[in-house]
């Protein structure tokens, strides 16, 4: 069987909070859970004891996709220093820095 993607396993911990935050039992909040996501009700149990942990719901990932780019070498380096810096992944400031400059563009267009 495939292994639960993180978005998945987000969705699975958000709906097993939701039920007991709406106080549904563990057996009736199992239940739910093993009928709405296909799972073994030994794993609706794993997601509701972690989701007792959780104080909020969580965001749910975007799906990110794999790509490559030429860029030169000094761009890569300061890119790094930069990720490393402010705690991002390097995915993470290129995409922020494309959606800024994309917004920016947009604005003179």
Known sequence: MARSTLAEKTQ???AALDLINREYSPNEAADILVKR???SLRQAYR????????KHPMEVPIPTIPMTIKVPSDVVTKLRAY?????????????????RFIAQARGRG
């Open 83 to 99: 990720a490393q810096r402010s705690g991002l992944t390097i995915g993470e400031t290129v995409a922020r820095a494309v959606l």
């Open 12 to 14: 699975r911990l958000n």
């Open 37 to 39: 996501f296909r799972l």
């Open 47 to 54: 997601y509701l004891n972690e989701a007792q942990h959780l």
